[in-house]
Structure formats: C-alpha cells, structure tokens
C-alpha cells in the first residue's frame, strides 16, 4: 500500500513537471579577446529574478518555465554588462558560445579613487559618499561618484558616516567620526575591486546598514583572476604618477592560492599648490580551500601615506592669487615646505574562515590594526600668526577700520601680500635664534589599536525564505597627544597656555624638546557590541525583507596630562558613556512584469553619536556632553524600475529625518558673551532630507549610448537647537560664565537653513560611442547647482544681539537688521565638462589598455564648499565688517579642481 503511494505521487510530480512546458537553456561564456572559458558569470533572469552561475569550464544551463519572451543579463566583474532577449518554446534553446568584452571603463575607479583622497585631505571638508559607489552599476550611482563626486556631490545629501564599509565582512568605519578611511587602501585598486553594494535601504546580507547602503570588499584570490597586472598611471590631481603590480596564482592541486599587490605614488605637489604627495601600498593574501566547504584567508595590507594639506580661502584672497593658492607652505633653501602635513600609516591583518554549502554561507573573521594618523601645524607663542592670510595682512583690514577707510594702506598690504603670498620659513628660524621658541612645528597624533571580531551567516531556509544573522565586537585603545616635530632652530619650548598663562602639564617638565610630547596627552577607549537579523522572502513577484540591529557601544577618557586650569577635570579617568539601541529597517518589491517593477523601503534606526561628539574638549578635562541622545533616523524610500532590450532606469522618492543630533565646534569668537577661543556644542540637532532621483540609460545602436541623470533634494535644519559653549580661559565675568566656563545660550534659530551637503541639484546627459575595434570614447555634460556654505550657528543665537561694550542689545539690532545680515546665500552654479575614452589590445597572450579622463575641460572655476567665519559673534561687529562688501572675516570656500587629467596603461598577463 505504501509502494503504491509514493508511485501514485511520483506520477503525479512527473505529469506536474511536465505540463509546466519547461526549456533548459544552454551555453558557453568565453572572453572576446583570448577566447578562454569565464567561469562564475552571473546569468539574471530578469522577468523571473532567477540566476545561476557558470562552470569552470563557462558553461551555464537553466530551467525556465512557460513559452514567454525573457532577457538573460549576463554579470562578471570587470566585464560590460551583456543583455539577450530569446524567446523560449517547448524546446531546449542552445545559445551556443557567448562573449564578454572587458571593461576598461572598470579604471574609472582608478579616477574614482584620486578625488576620494582629493576630499579627504583637509580638516574641514566633510567626507562625502562617492567611495562607497564603486560597486554599483546603478547608472544614477555611477554619475554621482564618476561625474558630480569632483564637485562634492553627496547622494541623497548623506555624510559617508551613514554607509558602512566591510572588508571581509568586517566593518571599518572608524568610531572616532564614524566614517571609513579610504586611506588604509589606498593605492591598492587591483585587489579592492571585488565589492559587492547594497544601496540606500535594501536589504544586505553583511550588515544592517545605514541610509547610504553598505560595501563589502572582499580579498579572497580564489574569486580573483589569476595572472599578473602591471599599469602606470599620470595625472596632476592629488598625485603625478603611480605605479602597481599584481600577482594572483592559480589555486594550486592542494588547494592554495595568494596574490600579492603593491603601489607607489608621489608628487612634488598636486594640483593645489604645496600639496606634496608620497604614498605606497602593499598587500598580501592567501587561501587555503581546506575542503568543499571549507576555507582559511590570511589577509595582510598596509597603505602609508603622507600628503600636504591646503586650505579654504575667503573671496577677498581668491581675488588676489586665484583658486590653487595655498597658504600654508613656503620654500626653505630653494625646497617647498609645507607647515601641515597629513601622514597615515595603519596597517591590517586579518584572519576569515569561510564555511559554504548550497544552503549555507558562514564567514567568520578576527582583524587586528594599529598605527598612526598624524596632522602637522605651525604653533606660535607670543610671535605673530605666521599665516600670509592672516586678516590683518589683508588689504580689507584697512579698508574696514573702524577709524576708517586707509586705501593707501590697503594697497600697501595688496602688494605686500603679492610680492610675498607664501610662508616665510625664514623669518620664523629668526624668530627663534633665542633659546626659547617662538614657532614650533608639531605634529598632533592619532595612534589606534583596534581589535574586530565577526561572523556571518547566509541561511537558505526554503525557496522562499533566506536568513541572515550577523554579531559584531570592537574595541579601540586611541592615543591622542601633541609631538614637538620641529623646534625651528629654538633650544626648547616652554609649554605653557599663552592665554592663561598656565600649564598644560603640572607634572611634567616646563621645558619641552624636540621628540617630546606636550600641550595634551589622553587616551579614548571604545567598546561596541552589535547584532542583526534578517528575513527575506521571495514569490511569485513578491519580494520583502525585515531586519533588526542591536548595538551596545561604551565610551571613556583616560586624561594623563594634569592641565592647570582643570586640575580636578583633566586627569584620570572619565565616567563611562554608554548607549544601547535597536534599529529596524524592511523593504517590499513587486514585479508588474518582466520588465517592470516598483520597491519600498524604511528604516527606524537609533544611531549613538560619534566619538568626537562625546566630549566637549578632551584635549584638556573629561567633559561630558551634557544630555547626550543617540541620534533619530527615519528614512523612506519609494522607486519604480523599469528595464527595456533598450531602456533601462529608474525613478526614486526619498524623505529622511535626523533628529537629536550633536555637533562639537571649536573656534575664535568675539560675541556678546565674551572673546576667547570656545568650545560650541549644539544638542537636539534635526535635519531634513529629501528628493527625488533619475537615471536613464539608452542603447541607441549596438555601439551609441545615451544617459540622463538628475537629482533634486531639499537638505535642510529642521528645527532650532540649544547651543552652549565652553571658554578654554574662564576669564569672563562671571554673571555669565559658570564655574566651569561654559554658557547656555539658549536656541540657535537656525530652521530651514540650507545644510552644506554639497549641490542640491544635479543633472548630467552623457553620451558613449564603442567601436568593435576595441576603442571607445564618452562624454557627460553636468550641470550643478544650490550648494551653500556651512552657516555659523552661534551667530544665529540671541548672543549676536548683545554690544559686549553695554552688555545690551545694538539699538539697530532688529529681527529684520539681523535677517538681512545674516541671509543665506547660494555659491554659484556651475557646469562641467569630462571626457573618458580608452582602447584595448590583445597581443600575444597579453591585453593592453590604456584609458584617458579629462575633468572639467573648460577649467571651470568653482565653490564646492565652505563655512562662515564666527569670529564676529555680534552683530556690530559684523555689521561694520561687511560695510566695504570685502570682508576681514568672509566666508571661506573650498575651491573645485580646474582642467584636470588622469592617464592610465596597463598590462595583464
């Protein structure tokens, strides 16, 4: 009886199967130039989202059921997208042998690479998101970081902290800002390809994520291509020239395989002038495929880099000496020397055991980094401030006198300044021909130990359910102090605060030497613990996922420098800062058809503030930000995709709110309240974010294609929140500084101020042309426009009311005076121009590319951001600045490159 059952069933499965009208189709994918088998393409059912993978021999086969027409996308790394429309009947199709063509276009991420370190190079330029789109195929993507990224372009207005970065499943955002160092692999493009990118909220399968997506880099040599690359490259960016090998064996009987990649690149200076650059790379990784299921990956890379710094100017100087002026280098014995130099040298090593079966992914890793990110500056002690910008060097500085205007003086400084824009390294060793210094060269120095641990694990529970869980641990040990690197031809340095005349280390020695730590020594420590769960379900068109987090993270100062004006506050250890969250996120897909479909997503998430937002000056006491919140997001999202044999695009809807976050600023102010460099903290901080996206790609012919993109977004405060500062000398009186020098000044009214997030709209139409003969050329015209300049707060505080001379508001000081004073102004919109084209060969077993870029053809000169200066904190003050229309205490801007190249050869066997 129960043979007859389990014969009944088989029939009935077989009659099932069979009525279904199923056709296998098969084929070979090979390499259009040396014709070898490509194991592991990626072949899409589009209509079904189905996929599957070729075999080491490149021979792919899948079921598709009903007579339908279907579109086969064909994906590997490095390779140009391949899209086949067939038409399927009862009968088996054999597409026989299939070609990609490389994609020499993949070095765009070369050029990608050189504005991310451009970005990353000064103090007060916020790291945009344009590095973690290096994965993507997303034609929209592709242009915010290719095309828009050179004008600081921020995708959906977002800081790079709210994406996460993983190599090897480990995440790398630091906890100190909370954004990835691109810098740690920098130079290391050959191996670093390997990304996989899960935009904005969709679902990942490494990491829950933040509102900018996630990007895991993966090192593993059996998924890279065996052989050797060598290129070289050229360009007058961030750095002149560059050379990188790589080597990547073939997995060896015993199942081993390594690659080994390294890099050198330096400039005597980039395009900004003074910007030295001197940076190599080196990595290292081998597997060990211990079995079907198993394998072990020991990963090694270093990337040292040493660069010199540039800084934002006002107009009034831009005017004078033009957009690649720099103040803060001077030649010494005929060299160029720059007075802040940027050196980073963190290395990592990193252990993962991978485990893998047809339903079951774990991935499990432990990382190890340490080292140093140190920036140099010129101290001065009783000398005058040896910047050639200084303002009182400045032709405004006479000109808006409050004696008057003296133009004879003004044009006087005018000449002065350009007979001599540059630091003078030899009036400083003057300077200090006395045994005491009057200038010191130091350097401020970040040294980290980190320690990562990770697991992963994929779980395929059915057809129609997946599950990923994920745990997390960090710890950070961060030693932070100041290094005499230069005492400048001085015999020592008396370390004492020239404002207070205290010191700033009651129990060390007065006198400071070269190699000595001085002004402040203190160490951060950080503790995180995270977990998250993820449930995906797939039918029949439907698609949806829900994710969890929770994360524990712990904060603390260990202070060990007693300074003078904190003894009680600046030594020992501070109380521990703690936060516990959790977060959820989901997202639902319907597919219309095969060629079209729409996606929702929206996140909840309860994100802990940065370390750098935790104290209000560890340089000196242990703090605390008072009322300290973890940080409110709510994000939605809503796209329709829509994908043609030849238009493919998609449109997207976004709004995201950030509430109750915080912001430590540290300035020179002249307000109401008192003059002294201050401490400002800003609490219950709430931005608004959102906009719309387009991106449109069209195959005109088998070798023209057209793309449109456009992004328009409304970046805005989106409340008034509470400022306090804190005075380094508590010196003013005392009705209004309490004991501990700070002073609420209530609400800053700040509501619907544009935020400094990069444009706000953005447009770009591109059109590429690629000829069978292994040549192509492209050209995007970009259009970029509502950028403002980060505002001063403090300036937006009844504070700016009060004349300090009375300690009463300025008679003329109305809501309509300060409105008009203080008005928000746009920088200019700009349109850029860039071209991109390359050629391939194969010769002799070997292929050759070379690639080309030009930015910015017509040498547009334009802002890509800025900030206000808060030096005048009042509003006389401000007032009588602004009257000549130049003035001392302008706005300074960051200026975008010009007419700029990046040349490319490479040669892979």
């Known amino acids: 009886m129960q043979k007859k059952f389990w014969f009944i069933l088989f029939l009935a499965f077989s009659s099932l199967c069979f009525s279904q009208n199923t056709t296998i189709v098969t084929a070979k994918v090979l390499d259009q130039h040396q014709k070898n088998a490509l194991a592991d393409v990626r072949i899409i059912v589009e209509k079904l989202n189905t996929y599957s993978f070729t075999d080491k021999d490149g021979i792919f086969s899948i079921i598709l059921p009903d007579s339908s027409d279907y579109i086969l996308s064909l994906q590997y790394s490095d390779y140009i997208l391949k899209r086949i429309p067939i038409n399927v009947s009862r009968k088996n199709v054999d597409l026989g042998v299939l070609y990609l063509e490389k994609d020499i276009r993949a070095e765009l991420t070369d050029n990608l690479i050189t504005l991310t370190e451009a970005e990353l190079q000064d103090d ?35 800081d790079s902290q709210n994406g996460k970065v993983l190599l090897n499943g480990i995440t790398m955002n630091k906890f100190y800002d909370g954004r990835p160092q691109w810098n740690n692999w920098g130079g290391l493009n050959d191996v670093t390809r390997n990304q996989q990118f899960s935009n904005g909220l969709s679902a990942s399968a490494y990491n829950f994520g933040g509102t900018l997506g996630v990007t895991n880099i993966a090192t593993r040599p059996s998924t890279f291509r065996p052989g050797i690359r060598i290129s070289s490259s050229a360009s007058n960016r961030t750095y002149a020239a560059r050379v990188m090998a790589t080597y990547t064996s073939k997995i060896s009987e015993k199942g081993l395989s390594y690659s080994v990649s390294g890099s050198r690149r330096w400039a005597k200076q980039g395009y900004v002038e003074g910007t030295l650059y001197d940076a190599y790379s080196f990595f290292g990784a081998i597997e060990y495929q211990v079995n079907t299921k198993n394998s072990l990956l020991i990963t090694g890379l270093m990337a040292s880099n040493r660069r010199g710094r540039s800084s934002a100017i006002t107009e009034e100087v831009f005017n004078l000496i033009g957009s690649q002026y720099n103040p803060y280098w001077g030649k010494q014995d005929g060299e160029i020397r720059n007075s802040r130099e940027r050196k980073i040298s963190e290395p990592i090593l990193m252990f993962n055991h991978n485990f893998e079966t047809t339903n079951f992914k774990w991935n499990t890793g432990v990382s190890y980094q340490w080292g140093i990110n140190s920036r140099s500056r010129l101290g001065y002690y009783n000398a005058p401030n040896p910047d050639p910008t200084y303002y009182r060097y400045l032709p405004s500085y006479y000109i808006n006198s409050t004696i008057g205007a003296n133009f004879l003086s003004a044009n006087t400084a005018k000449e002065g300044f350009l007979s001599n824009p540059q630091l003078n390294w030899n009036q400083i060793y003057k300077a200090n021909e006395n045994n005491k210094a009057a200038y010191v060269l130091y350097d401020d120095v970040v040294k980290d130990t980190q320690l990562s641990v990770n697991s992963i694990a994929n779980i395929v529970i059915s057809e129609q359910f997946k599950m990923d869980v994920g745990f997390g641990y960090k710890s950070l040990s961060s030693m932070n102090y100041a290094e005499i690197n230069d005492l400048l031809g001085a015999e020592f340095h008396e370390d004492v605060d020239v404002f207070s005349n205290t010191s700033n280390d009651s129990n060390g020695s007065l006198q400071k030497y070269e190699g000595e730590i001085f002004n402040y020594q203190y160490e951060l420590n950080a503790e995180q613990l995270e977990t998250f769960m993820q449930l995906t379900y797939e039918n029949k068109g439907w698609k949806g996922f829900l994710a969890a987090q929770w994360e524990s993270i712990k904060y603390a100062r260990n ?73 409110k997001i709510t994000s939605i999202d809503g796209s329709y995709f829509f994908r043609y044999p030849k238009l493919v695009g998609r449109v997207t809807g ?175 919109n700009f349109y850029l121009l860039n071209l991109v084209g390359g050629k391939s060969w194969l010769k002799s077993g070997k292929y050759i590319s070379v690639f080309a870029s030009i930015n910015n053809v017509f040498d547009t000169a334009f802002r890509s951001g800025g900030y206000e200066q808060s030096r005048n904190g009042n509003y006389g003050q401000l007032k009588q600045d602004a009257l000549s229309g130049t003035p001392s205490f302008a706005p300074k801007y960051w200026y975008g490159y010009g007419r700029t190249y990046f040349l490319n050869f490479a040669i892979s066997f």
Do not use: C
């Open 124 to 158: 007060g330029q916020s790291a945009s998101s344009v590095g973690l789109l290096q994965a993507t195929k997303d034609i929209f993507l592709q242009r915010a970081a290719f095309d828009f990224g050179q004008a600081f372009f921020r995708v959906r207005g977002y």
């Open 654 to 828: 976004f709004y995201t709110r950030f509430q109750d976050a915080t912001d430590v600023n540290f300035f020179f102010v002249d307000a109401g309240v008192g003059s002294d460099f201050v401490q400002e903290v800003l609490t219950n901080v709430d931005k608004l974010h959102m906009g719309a996206e387009l991106g449109l790609e069209y195959q005109v012919s088998s070798s023209v294609q057209v793309t449109a993109v456009a992004a328009i977004g409304k970046y805005v405060f989106a409340n008034n929140p509470n400022v306090t500062i804190n005075f380094d000398t508590a010196d003013a009186e005392e009705e209004l500084i309490n004991l501990e020098g700070s002073k609420d000044l209530g609400v800053a009214t700040i509501k619907d101020y544009k935020l400094a997030q990069g444009p706000q709209k953005a447009f770009a139409l591109g059109i590429n042309y690629r000829d069978p003969k292994y040549w192509w050329i492209g050209a995007t015209a970009n259009y970029l426009a509502n950028n403002y300049a980060n505002i001063s707060t403090i300036t937006r505080t009844k504070s700016f009311y009060i004349d300090p001379e009375t300690g009463i508001n300025f008679p003329d000081a109305t809501d309509e005076n300060v409105a008009q004073l203080l008005k928000q102004k746009p920088l200019d």
């Open 559 to 631: 202070g060990l420098f007693v300074n003078q004006r904190y003894e009680n506050d600046s030594f020992g250890k501070s109380a521990d800062v703690n936060f516990s969250n959790f977060s959820f996120k989901g997202g639902i897909s319907y597919k219309v058809n095969g060629r079209n479909w729409v996606e929702s997503n929206a996140m909840l998430q309860h994100k802990p503030p940065v370390l750098q937002n935790v104290f209000i000056n560890p340089r000196e006491n242990n703090q605390i930000v008072p009322k300290l919140n973890s940080e």
